[in-house]
């Protein structure tokens, strides 16, 4: 239940969607004689897009969170590494058969450097498909055709691919892999992502060293306008949206201790 709540809910929430309803709204207010109610819905439509596409709001809503988890040095023996799902494009890939990316697909390339640097490492994709609408492929079931082209063999690879949001990541990853006292494994996901991430794999008790990539800010952004393109802008702001209001949402449903969690939380 938590899983279609929370996307139907995301559904109406998102800025674009956001935008597009209020502007619906304003209209059929306008057709209804409602003037005021119809430039309420209007204003507020254009405020919420132009602050998401114009501004540098998404940059400063991400950059907490790719910061609360830097990048540490790298332990001499890794038993392990575990990449979320999220750096393909599913539905072009369930067509094509191919392994095109998406832009967080960096996990997947720094999986695999990972992988080549480790080369007794297990490599466990966790991803199925996580999306109430749209059709695609599970990154789990397309990651072996990148991986082993980049020379990860196919007898490493665990795939678990049931999982449709970071919560079942963790429960489902953590029964694939029964993980033993002692054993040192990687969690890489995207930056912003991580904290949630890493709290979510701590409380399945699945110990695990942060390893953030995909970053999409420098740090050094500020308050500004037009400091990126729009559409890249937009993007931006809708992730960050998102992640804090999973955050928010995993906390108060008990799934994460810290609505912020930080290392050693």
Avoid: C
């Amino acid at each position: 239940m938590f899983f279609y709540l929370s996307k139907v809910f995301w559904f109406f929430i998102q800025p674009l969607n956001l935008t597009i309803f209020l502007l619906l709204a304003g209209l059929v207010a306008a057709m209804l004689g409602r003037r005021r109610l119809a430039a309420t819905g209007s204003v507020l439509a254009f405020l919420i897009l132009a602050l998401s596409a114009w501004t540098s709001l998404g940059a400063m809503m991400l950059n907490p969170l790719e910061e609360r988890f830097a990048r540490p040095p790298l332990p001499e023996r890794v038993d392990g590494i575990v990449v979320l799902g999220g750096g393909f494009e599913g539905a072009i890939n369930l067509v094509r058969g191919g392994y095109e990316l998406n832009s967080g697909g960096d996990r997947m390339v720094e999986t695999a450097i990972l992988a080549r640097r480790f080369p007794t490492a297990k490599v466990v994709v966790s991803g199925g498909t996580g999306e109430l609408f749209l059709e695609g492929e599970g990154d789990a079931a397309t990651a072996p055709r990148l991986l082993t082209a980049l020379g990860v063999t196919a007898d490493r690879l665990i795939l678990e691919n049931k999982s449709r949001n970071t919560y079942e990541n963790a429960v489902f990853t953590k029964e694939l892999v029964t993980p033993k006292s002692g054993e040192t494994w990687l969690l890489v996901t995207s930056a912003f992502h991580m904290p949630r991430a890493k709290a979510l794999f701590d409380k399945a008790g699945f110990a695990t060293i942060p390893w953030p990539v995909d970053y999409r800010t420098t740090g050094r952004e500020g308050i500004g306008l037009f400091r990126d393109n729009p559409a890249d802008s937009l993007q931006a702001t809708t992730m960050a949206i998102r992640e804090w209001i999973g955050l928010f949402a995993y906390w108060l449903s008990g799934r994460i201790d810290q609505p912020f969690p930080a290392p050693g939380g």
